[in-house]
């Protein structure tokens, strides 16, 4: 009886100023188990379709038939929206696949084509902090001495919305700041110094946009400092934020953020990861 295991992390996309392009694996997992079986069957602790329009199988049938196998997920990924929990499923419908068939294709390519963006597949596959541009990813290392602590509102918001929200064009200056504060973000997280990291969060390309879709959420984020976090950046579309955060400083900030988010979302601590997408077993 032929079995494969795969673990994949979350993801934050965007990162403040990256729109599409930045996006860091979170230590959140999820984890899928795909063997053969007498039939088709889907076993998972998460609230998803249990048949074939499930992402992981409709990403694993991409390259590799269901019929007769059976697929246990299990997930720690807020599914509120902007921790990359499709982004994960679809990386770890594909890795499973490819155990199955050996696919020679490029993976990353594959799960953008399904995802509709490369960054958060560009993290979950290859961990730490990606950049994503010309149909690759450039990797840096994750953050050393920052935790990411998470605020998942218990209201998501559909991508779609989101999207639509974004303008046609913005101005010329918006994209100059976007470039020079990105850069100042990478730099920040390829040297480990904190306040480029801090500086280089702000954005003037998606979240002023988008904020009106969640107010709390970017309420919220607006007293990142106040908190005695670094800064904080709207994951993904949103409505999720995440806050940027000396790793001793984490208790602290965990319970000042939870007071203000009681009620309606939830504080989860993470780790930024530099593990990405892993065959954790394979039998058969």
Known sequence: MKSVGVRVPASSANLGPGFDSFAAALGLWLELEVSEADEFEIESNLALPSDRSNLVVHAFERLHSADRLHFAVRSEIPLSGGFGSS????????LAADAFTGFEGDLLELATALE??????????????????????????????????????????KTRAARAALPVSVPLSDAVFNTAHGALLMVGIATGDRELVARGLADRIHEPYRAALYPRSAQIASHAVAHGALGASISGAGPSVLFWVASERAAEVKASLEREASGWAQ??????????ATLIESAG
């Open 87 to 94: 982004g994960a499923a679809i990386v770890a419908g594909l």
């Open 116 to 157: 509709g963006h490369p960054d958060n597949v560009a993290a979950a596959i290859r961990g730490g902090v990606v950049i994503c541009a010309d149909r690759a990813a450039q990797r840096l290392d994750a953050p050393k001495g920052l935790t990411a602590l998470l605020v998942a509102p218990e209201q998501g918001v």
């Open 267 to 276: 504080v989860v601590v993470a780790e930024f990861a530099d593990e990405g």
